[in-house]
């Protein structure tokens, strides 16, 4: 009895050692990223907007794990070899493994990551499944990055298991919808940003009905790339996807000289990310805050979080009113960094509790905050009439403008050797860069990398050696019996 009592005391602590971290606000792996992050941040991105280091490390995409896809874009942000590269399920699953694995070292057991590279919808609905469920076992989000130009029977096929269950209870996925892409099914050649709008429309009905014939829910983004040939559409494409209902977020790339230079046409640099905010206001018919909330560098980010009561959109906060600008700084100070999306209800509640035990003002803060966003509403008649006729939903617009590679290239050869550049412009770029908020992983060089390097610098040189691996044309060597 005398030997077995100490090792019981060590076990009794050391199980309640482990609870007290599970349910700790902030998870230390996490906490430690954070730091890490807003370390790297330049100091002109270190402001009372800034999320990354703050609440967040920032988002991640997979590269090299099928950079293949059946439309032709221009631009394109792949490089030349991109389509010459053979999709192979068997591939994509390990490299997936790789990557997710050293992101989740690195930056901690929770994030947003993106299943991307070529055409998604190109794997095998079991292999896609299983990509996303392998992101999920490291804790992370996925959404997959699609043309959209797939059937109801393919979604079905990755979202249920051979005997018709639910793999997932929810999915996400970026649909990336713009007359400048060509060999879309049924149109392979818009004239128009308007003919798509049926393709965009059919592509959010196929989560409704997901939703009603399995429960399965969704979160859907609408990407475009905007060009100097598109950029007066875009007010109207704004207000055709927000009117659909089935979309949360509104995406918008002003185009660079990245990717494959045999798709580069016109002057990508006349449009800028000042330009496509006013064609987004201009589709929404109001004013669309940005500042309270800032994504790495804001000539790379412009992000706008809020809700559609009706046909109005109101942001989560205005910035302009102390009361709400105090919040989104106490939010900062006692809730960055806890996982509210990856935590189940019981868990985040433990979590909430101990940190107002610690915070108990926090409650005053939220109830002010509360107030201050239904006044902007309209009052609670006008807010609890929009809830009743469904009329209240998340929306979400961005505007993520990439650079050029140009640019990228030798700013980022000076950011290895640890020079600052002298130069405005690739001054500029490094600065960008440094506050990335889209990571790709390298787990064989240990490297975390901006996305920008990633397609600028990196994937040329991946691709060539891809297409060496996975060639198109498979040949078979005969076998016995010829």
């Known amino acids: 009895m005398e030997t077995t009592r100490p090792t019981m005391w060590r076990k009794a602590r050391a199980f309640a050692r482990r609870i007290e971290v599970r349910y700790r606000p902030v998870d230390p792996r996490t906490r430690a990223a954070l730091d890490a992050r807003w370390a790297a941040l330049p100091a002109t991105a270190r402001t009372p907007a800034q999320t990354l280091g703050r609440h967040a490390v920032g988002c991640e995409g997979t590269h090299g794990v099928f950079p293949k896809c059946n439309l ?26 790789a990557q997710l694995k050293f992101l989740a070292s690195r930056r901690g057991p ?13 794997l095998a609905p079991d ?23 797939f059937d109801y029977e393919y979604l079905q096929a990755v979202v249920l298991d051979a005997d018709g269950n639910a793999r ?42 997901l939703k009603s014939e399995h429960g399965i829910a969704s979160y859907l983004a609408h990407n475009m790339t905007v060009t100097p040939d598109n950029i007066d559409e875009v007010a109207d494409v704004v207000g055709d996807v927000v ?12 185009a660079a000289f990245v990717g494959d230079e045999r798709r580069w046409h016109g002057d990508y640099r006349e449009i800028d990310i000042d330009t496509v905010w006013e064609q987004i206001e201009r589709g929404m018919e109001q004013p669309i805050s940005y500042e309270a909330i800032q994504f790495g560098d804001p000539r790379c980010n412009r992000t706008a979080l809020g809700f559609m009561v009706g046909e109005k959109w109101h942001s989560f906060l ?33 979590k909430l509790f ?34 009743l006729r469904k009329e209240v939903r998340p929306m979400t617009f961005v505007v993520h403008r990439f650079m050029d590679a140009e640019n990228v290239a030798p700013a980022w050869q000076l950011m290895q050797d640890g020079q600052v550049s002298s130069d405005p412009v690739l001054r500029e770029t490094q600065d960008r860069l440094a506050a990335c908020t889209y990571s ?14 990633q397609h600028s610098v990196l994937d040329p040189g991946e691709n060539q050696e891809l297409r060496r691996l996975l060639p198109l044309t498979v040949s078979h060597s005969p076998g016995c019996c010829g």
């Open 72 to 97: 032709t874009c221009s631009p394109c942000y792949h490089s030349a070899d991109a389509n010459k590269v053979r999709v192979d399920g068997k591939h994509t699953l390990v490299e997936i493994e």
């Open 110 to 122: 929770r994030a947003h990551a993106q299943l991307i590279g070529g055409e998604v919808s190109l």
């Open 127 to 149: 292999d896609h499944a299983a990509a996303l469920q392998i992101m999920r076992d490291y804790g992370r989000e996925p959404m997959s990055f699609t043309h959209g130009d």
């Open 168 to 209: 997932f209870g929810r999915v996400s996925f970026a649909a990336h919808f713009d007359k400048l892409m060509r060999g879309r099914s049924g149109i392979p050649r818009p004239r128009t940003e308007a003919e798509l709008t049926p393709y965009r429309r059919r592509f959010a009905e196929m989560f409704t009905r």
């Open 243 to 254: 009117g659909m209902g089935g979309y949360s977020m509104v995406s918008f790339q002003p």
């Open 318 to 350: 205005d910035t302009t009113l102390a009361v709400e600008s105090s919040t989104r700084d106490e939010f900062f100070t006692h809730l960055g960094g806890v996982n509210f999306g990856g935590s189940g209800p019981l868990t985040l509640v433990l």
């Open 354 to 387: 101990r940190v107002l035990v610690g915070h108990p003002h926090g409650v005053v803060v939220a109830v002010r905050w509360a107030a201050s966003v239904l006044r902007r509403c309209g009052g609670p008649r006008t807010l609890l009439l929009a809830l």
């Open 440 to 453: 790709m992983a390298h787990p064989e060089t240990g490297e975390l990398v901006p996305a920008c390097v």
